[in-house]
C-alpha cells in the first residue's frame, strides 16, 4: 500500500523552490524591519537568558497601542492558537457549549472538545459567508458560555460589517456569555471592527504577529481582555518563564514602524487576492464565492469538477512547486468542496500559481473524463 504523501513534509524539504500559498503566511514585510533588531539581540547572545516573564514592557504598550484598546490588558503567548488553548480551558467544563462556525478554524473546536464541551455550528458556507447576529441568537442555551467570532475567518476571507460586530457583541453582553474575537487578520480587512469596543468586559480579543507582521515562525501572540478575564485566563499560562525573548525583539521592531510599510502590504495582498480569484474562475467548474476577501486568503471551490481538494494540493506541490491547502481540515461539511489559496506573497508567487493551477486542474480532469 501506497504512503501517504506529507505535504508538509515535502515542502519544507524543498522550501526553496516551492511558492508558499498554504497557511496564509506572509512574505511581504520587508525583511529590514526586523533584521537589525534580531542581529543585534544574537550578538548579544540574549537567547542564552529568560526574557522578561511578563512580557517586554514597549512590546506589551506596542500591541496596547496597535489594537486601540487603552483600558484592556495584553498577555503574551506563544502565538494565538496557544491563546485560544488557553481561554477555552480556562473558561469551558464538560457539557458546556459554544457557539461557532463551519467552515471555521477547526483546532479551536478542537479545543473546545478537550474542555468536554461542544461547538453548536452554523454552516456558513453559502453567501455572505459568516455569521449574523440571528443565527447566533437561535443557538444559544443554557449551557453556552462562548460566543467565537473569528474576523477576517479563516479559511474563507470573510469579514464582519461594523453593525453586525456590534450585535454580536451586544447578545453576548445581554445573555453574560464571554465573546473570543479572533482578529488574527484584521489589518488586511477595511473599516475592521474590533468586538471589544462593544462588550469590552465579556469579549477576549486574540491577535497575533504572525501574519501582520509576518513572523509566523517566531511564535508570538496573545489576547487583550478586562483584568477579571486576564486573572481567570492566566491560571492556565505555561510560559511562566516569558516566550520566546528573540519573537519579541521581532515583534516590538515590527510593531514600532507597521505604519511605515503595512499599507503597502496590505495593496499588494489586495491584487494579489483579485489575480488568485481571476485565475479560479477561468478553469471551468471552479468559483471564487467570497468576494472580497477581507484577509490575505481565500477558497476556490472545485466541487463542480468531481476532483479532490486532496488530489489539487498534490499535483500543485509535486508538479509545480505551488503549495496550497486541501480545504478538509477546515470544514467536516464542506471541506471536499475547496481548497484554500493565500496570497501574501511577492507577485512572482502569484504569476507561478497563474501558470500551474489552470494546469494542473487540465491534468487532474483528464483521468475524470476518462472515466
Given at each position: ?24 503566511t ?18 548579544e ?18 500591541v ?68 449574523s ?31 453586525v ?70 491560571r ?16 516590538r ?22 489575480r ?74 502569484i ?12 491534468a ?8
Amino acid at each position: 500500500m501506497a504512503a501517504t504523501f506529507d505535504a508538509f513534509r515535502y515542502a519544507h524539504a524543498h522550501r526553496k523552490e516551492v511558492a508558499w500559498l498554504s497557511q496564509n503566511t506572509n512574505h511581504l514585510v520587508p525583511p529590514e524591519v526586523v533584521r537589525g533588531a534580531l542581529d543585534e539581540a544574537i550578538a548579544e547572545r540574549r537567547y542564552e537568558g529568560y526574557p522578561p516573564a511578563t512580557g517586554d514592557p514597549e512590546l506589551l504598550e506596542l500591541v496596547r497601542e496597535d489594537l486601540g484598546l487603552p483600558d484592556a490588558v495584553p498577555f503574551l503567548t506563544s502565538g494565538g492558537t496557544e491563546a485560544l488553548y488557553m481561554t477555552t480551558r480556562a473558561l469551558l467544563a464538560p457539557g458546556d457549549e459554544v457557539v461557532a462556525s463551519d467552515p471555521s478554524y477547526l483546532i479551536i473546536h478542537r479545543f473546545i472538545e478537550l474542555c468536554g464541551a461542544k461547538t453548536v455550528c452554523a454552516d456558513i458556507y453559502r453567501p455572505p459567508f459568516r455569521l449574523s447576529a440571528e443565527e447566533v441568537a437561535e443557538r444559544i442555551s443554557p449551557r453556552t458560555k462562548i460566543l467565537l467570532l473569528i474576523d477576517p475567518l479563516n479559511p474563507l476571507g470573510s469579514g464582519y460589517p461594523r453593525e453586525v460586530v456590534r450585535a454580536i457583541a451586544e447578545l453576548a453582553h445581554d445573555r453574560h456569555l464571554t465573546l473570543i474575537n479572533d482578529v488574527t487578520y484584521r489589518d488586511f480587512s477595511e473599516g475592521h471592527a474590533l468586538a471589544a469596543e462593544f462588550a469590552p468586559e465579556e469579549t477576549v480579543t486574540v491577535w497575533s504577529v504572525s501574519k501582520n507582521c509576518g513572523l509566523a515562525g517566531l511564535r508570538l501572540g496573545g489576547f487583550s481582555a478586562s483584568p477579571e478575564l486576564v486573572r481567570r485566563i492566566a491560571r492556565y499560562n505555561t510560559n511562566d518563564l516569558g516566550v520566546n525573548i528573540l519573537a519579541q525583539v521581532a515583534a516590538r521592531a515590527a510593531l514600532r514602524t507597521k505604519r511605515s510599510w503595512i499599507g503597502d502590504v496590505v495593496r499588494t495582498t489586495r491584487e494579489n487576492g483579485r489575480r488568485v480569484r481571476e485565475v479560479g474562475r477561468s478553469v471551468p467548474g471552479v468559483t471564487a464565492p467570497v468576494e472580497p476577501s477581507r484577509a490575505n486568503m481565500t477558497i476556490l471551490d472545485i466541487g463542480a469538477t468531481g476532483l479532490s481538494p486532496e488530489g489539487v494540493q498534490e499535483e500543485l506541490l509535486r508538479r509545480h512547486g505551488v503549495f496550497v491547502r486541501s480545504g478538509n481540515y477546515l470544514s467536516p461539511a464542506h471541506g471536499s468542496q475547496f481548497v484554500r489559496v493565500s496570497f501574501s506573497n511577492p507577485p512572482a508567487d502569484i504569476d507561478r500559481f497563474a501558470r500551474a493551477f489552470p494546469e494542473a486542474m487540465r491534468a487532474l480532469a483528464r483521468p475524470v473524463a476518462a472515466r
